[in-house]
Antibody
Framework: EVQLVESGGGLVQPGGSLRLSCAAS????????MHWVRQVPGKRLVWVSR????????TYADSVKGRFTISRDNTKNTLYLQMNSLRAEDTAVYYC??????????????WGQGTMVTVSS | DIVMTQSPDSLAVSLGERATINCKSS????????????LAWFQQKPGQPPKLLIY???TRESGVPDRFTGSGSGTDFTLTISSLQAEDVAVYYC????????FGQGTKVEIK
């Protein structure tokens, strides 16, 4: 079964750091771009970052550029999001998602269940 | 950024009736070199992640019931649920993937 499972969310103070993980199974992980998407409950989905299959190319939304770092370990079939200098407005459910295009930009066909990040003092 | 705007924000439809959701992009998402619209539709039920329904504006994802139909081109798109079922109660989002990835604000579909 194709599956993505996020972990690492929690409560962190403003200015703090957190690392999210997304464990993939059921498909050839290294063949797919991967993304992080976040959603404040009840609000629209917002794309955060993407990484190519090899891990050599990354892109970020302006709102997180310079603070968040996306990476992957294809030997562990795991995607990461290192979040630094966290702000209250980063509070959201964070989803990892698979890009259906393989080696090119496309939409997202597989999503994890999400992990909640709360930034508050 | 390409801004996606959906209408209406919510709608209530009787069981078995048609539901229509509109999505407008601030610029065309039609790529002329391959004549494809970079537009997808997602369904999100409470407490669940989004589920891909439609991509390339009108291609149904595997396993999606044929009562879900996507249409449109350029900047104007529509998701139609031909005969609403109880399990279709959800929030529906459109997404463009022409330039980066952005989503509409969502349309909540309820039973009348």
């Amino acid at each position: 079964e194709v599956q993505l499972v996020e972990s690492g969310g929690g409560l962190v103070q403003p200015g703090g750091s957190l690392r999210l993980s997304c464990a993939a199974s059921g498909f050839t992980f290294s063949s797919f771009w991967m993304h992080w998407v976040r959603q404040v409950p009840g609000k629209r989905l917002v794309w955060v970052s993407r990484i190519n299959g090899a891990g050599s190319s990354t892109t970020y939304a302006d709102s997180v550029k310079g603070r968040f770092t996306i990476s992957r370990d294809n030997t562990k079939n795991t995607l990461y999001l290192q979040m630094n200098s966290l702000r209250a407005e980063d509070t959201a459910v964070y989803y990892c998602a698979r890009d259906r295009g393989g080696n090119s930009a496309d939409t997202f066909d597989i999503w994890g269940q999400g992990t909640m990040v709360t930034v508050s003092s | 950024d390409i801004v996606m705007t959906q209408s209406p924000d919510s709608l209530a439809v009787s069981l078995g009736e048609r539901a229509t959701i509109n999505c407008k992009s601030s610029q065309s998402v039609l790529y002329s070199s391959n004549n494809k619209n970079y537009l997808a539709w997602f369904q999100q039920k409470p407490g669940q992640p989004p589920k891909l329904l439609i991509y390339w504006a009108s291609t149904r994802e595997s396993g999606v019931p044929d009562r879900f139909t996507g249409s449109g081109s350029g900047t104007d798109f529509t998701l139609t649920i031909s005969s609403l079922q109880a399990e279709d109660v959800a929030v529906y989002y459109c997404q463009q993937y022409y330039r980066s990835w952005t989503f509409g604000q969502g349309t909540k579909v309820e039973i009348k």
